[in-house]
């Protein structure tokens, strides 16, 4: 995982990471095999702010069902990724 921009997969925009960014908290959705080191390294590369601490959590994928057969959707890691006081991230 050499570039920044392959570990990002998404930035969340959720009701739960609308709140958190008050609080200078954001989410993302990584790649499952980045640990906190890369992705504090992958966030503070493409949007030039500092990291104070990484969370990490792989969602367990949902049970689909499609016509008779059952079906998983595939696990993924979210990433809560909390600034240094007075950072932020500009969206807009």
């Known amino acids: 995982m050499n570039s920044s921009h392959m570990i990002l997969n998404a930035f969340l925009r959720t009701e739960k990471g609308v709140r958190q960014s008050a609080v200078d908290k954001y989410l ?9 080191i890369q992705i504090k390294k992958a966030v503070e590369d493409v949007y030039k702010v500092k990291v104070m601490s990484v969370n990490t959590h792989v969602v ?7 016509r008779h057969q059952l079906g998983k959707t595939p696990d993924w890691k979210k ?7 007075g950072q932020k991230i500009d969206l807009t």
């Open 60 to 66: 367990p994928g949902k049970l689909k069902r499609v």
């Open 28 to 36: 993302f959705s990584v790649k499952k095999n980045a640990n906190k």
């Open 79 to 85: 990433a809560v990724v909390t600034l240094k006081e």
